[in-house]
């Protein structure tokens, strides 16, 4: 089975920082990886979508690499502001599998504060 | 263009109860699945389908059975609710043509389900 972890659990930081998400995974061999943002009760937002051929991708504030040797992802996000609240989660695709199914990380809860 | 929908939106069932979910998207993807939310776990994925009249089994698919008699709507059916049922249940879509590594899986906004 595999398994898409991310660390840290949940994030507090004030207004203004920059900070990095982490995701990773236990098998190289992926298709691509995607970052979605969820808000409390609401569905997943796609943010960025990397495919395994590629290093990052970015929009806007947002920066997502991808190192699939080391089983690795980190989201960047500049400037952050209270707006991205929110827990974000990362998932990666497969090929072989059932399907074209993706594993989904547990998510980082973030909270940025004024 | 309204992407993915899922009916209804919340729902409380009485153990035992059967209800059916909805999933609709005008997006003409071929792949559809159903996913759960529970706290601490991720989503899981339950059912999923790579066509219309085609369905298979994911990851948690005891309880749950699903049909695609159409392209663009996938139906998940609990037959006897339990309150292990209990959770966020989540809509997907993709395509399936082109390039497989720049597919991307589309959401619905999800439906909140209680079993008491």
């Known amino acids: 089975k595999q398994e898409v972890t991310q660390i840290p659990a949940a994030l507090s930081v004030p207004e203004g920082e920059n900070l990095v998400l982490n995701c990773s995974f236990t098998d190289s061999a992926i298709y691509n990886l995607q970052w979605f943002r969820q808000d409390p009760g609401k569905g997943l937002t796609s943010l960025l979508l990397i495919q395994s051929s590629q290093r990052e991708q970015t929009s806007g504030r947002l920066n997502a690499s991808l190192d699939k040797s080391s089983g690795r992802s980190t989201l960047y996000i500049a400037a952050s502001q209270p707006g991205d609240s929110a827990t974000y989660l990362c998932?990666?695709?497969?090929?072989?599998?059932?399907?074209?199914?993706?594993?989904f990380g547990t998510g980082t809860s973030l909270t940025v504060i004024p | 263009n309204a992407g993915v929908t899922q009916t209804p939106k919340f729902r409380v069932l009485k153990t035992g109860q059967s209800m059916t979910l909805l999933c609709a998207q005008d997006m003409n993807h071929e792949y559809m699945y159903w996913y759960r939310q529970d706290p601490g776990m991720g989503l899981r994925l339950i059912h999923y389908?790579?066509?219309?009249?085609?369905?298979a089994k994911g990851e948690v698919p005891d309880g749950y059975n699903v049909s695609r008699l159409k392209k663009q709507n996938f139906l998940l059916g609990l037959e006897s609710a339990a309150p292990s049922q209990t959770s966020v249940y989540f809509c997907?879509?993709?395509?399936?043509?082109?390039?497989?590594?720049?597919?991307?899986?589309?959401f619905g906004p999800g439906t909140r389900l209680t079993v008491t």
């Open positions: 998932a990666v695709r497969y090929p072989g599998y059932t399907g074209n199914q993706f594993y």
């Open positions: 389908s790579v066509g219309e009249g085609t369905t």
């Open positions: 997907a879509s993709s395509y399936a043509r082109g390039n497989r590594e720049d597919r991307e899986q589309y």
